[in-house]
């Protein structure tokens, strides 16, 4: 077994040196690279591809933590993990029908920072911050670390979930909700569970993915102590993110009673064809996470030079249900502003 430290060690000379593996999330959140030309730097990439980075980069910053730098392969521009990290000066190209927010979100925020779109379930936004900053990202236009929640907006949050008794599954989203600390999470979580009419909580995060560290005891904590049956939507789009470090995250999250899902986006050049979706879909399954969606990329502007158009989609899909089981197959979706659900296609 390869551990994460051995991958460490078999990297080309550093600019800066690794962390030791054992540091706390936080810290290792705090160190991600932020720099777009100590990213190429690390990862071997030319001086050519250092102009497209510092363009992007100027647009939606670099944030890539050393644990997932680990997993991706150096002097591989075509790396899958790669080109969900590192900005290219495509994402300055001006493409009709790429807008800043294609989900037309503002529109459905009955109180700051809480979205009810969906019957039965309520979307809090619990953390403005991720541990990564993923190129294809539709969140990628929101001025998102101006606005972490205060006490007094989840307090409104908190009402309006009391006040409606069809609310049955709280979502803790983003940004990322685990980028939270977990004293602030616990308290939030003490009191969904105190609302009689909440059964679910579900997290959808990344960052048990990008730094399993912060699966740790504090977390399982309050995650394994609340009432309400938990579900975690994990964020995979490729079976080179799961190493044996996300696996043993999975292996706690389970072992304290949460369901694993996964959802990933349908991402030109990165999983868009069935090799390598069927791999991750066998892989998640190993982990003991299921596949729930596959999304087609939202419409945001600068990340045209992802998008899988809708045919060939739907052609990658019913191929894929050629070589998998039903229950390891995703839903592929859309996210259209107004629908009452996720679109399938
Ligand atoms: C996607 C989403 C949900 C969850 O939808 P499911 O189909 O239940 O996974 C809930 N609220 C909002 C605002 C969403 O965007
Ligand atoms: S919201 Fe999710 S997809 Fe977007 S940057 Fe954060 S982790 Fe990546």
Redesign the pocket.
């Known amino acids: 077994m390869i551990t994460r430290s051995s991958a460490l060690l078999q990297r080309p000379t550093p600019a800066t040196q690794p962390l030791p593996v054992q540091a706390r999330w936080q810290t290792q959140l705090a160190r991600a690279i932020r720099d777009p030309r100590e990213l190429c730097r690390r990862l071997g990439l030319d001086e050519a591809w250092h102009g497209g980075a510092e363009r992007g980069h100027a647009l939606f910053e670099v944030r890539v933590p050393e644990a997932y730098l680990a997993r991706i392969r150096p002097h591989d521009p075509a790396d899958p993990l790669l080109r969900q990290v590192l900005p290219l000066g495509e994402e300055t190209e001006v493409t009709p029908g790429y807008v800043a927010d294609p ?1 037309a ?1 503002a529109e ?1 925020t009955p109180a700051k920072g809480l ?4 019957a039965g ?3 809090l936004i619990a953390s403005p911050a991720c541990a990564v900053n993923c190129r294809y990202c539709f969140r990628r236009h929101f001025p998102y670390e101006e606005n972490a929640p205060s006490r007094a907006q989840w307090e409104a949050s908190l009402d309006y979930l009391r006040e409606d008794a069809t609310i049955r ?1 709280a ?1 803790l ?1 983003g940004g990322d909700p685990l980028a939270a600390n977990d004293r602030r999470l616990a308290w939030l979580v003490e009191r969904l569970g105190a609302i009689p009419h909440l059964k679910r909580l ?1 997290i959808h995060t990344r960052l048990p993915v990008v730094i399993p560290d912060r699966i740790d005891d504090a977390l399982l904590d309050w995650l394994g102590g609340t009432r309400l049956q938990t579900v975690m ?1 994990l964020h995979i789009n490729h079976a080179q993110e799961i190493d044996e470090a996300v696996v043993a995250a999975c292996r706690r999250l389970r072992e304290a009673g949460v369901t694993l899902l996964n ?1 990933s986006v349908l991402l030109r050049g990165i999983n868009d064809d069935v090799d390598a979706l069927a791999a991750l879909s066998e892989r998640l399954f190993e982990a003991g996470i299921l596949p ?2 596959l999304h087609v990329l939202d419409p945001v502007a600068g990340a045209a030079h992802f998008d899988v158009n809708d045919d060939d989609a739907r052609t990658l899909v019913a191929a894929l249900r050629e070589v998998l089981p039903g229950f390891l197959m995703p839903r592929l ?1 859309r ?1 259209i502003p107004g629908e009452a ?2 679109t399938p296609l």
Request: no cysteine; glycine share 0%; net charge positive.
């Open positions: 989900l979100e459905h979205i009810h779109k969906y379930r309520v979307l599954e979502i989203s579900r939507v959802q729930y969606y979706v996210e659900s996720k």
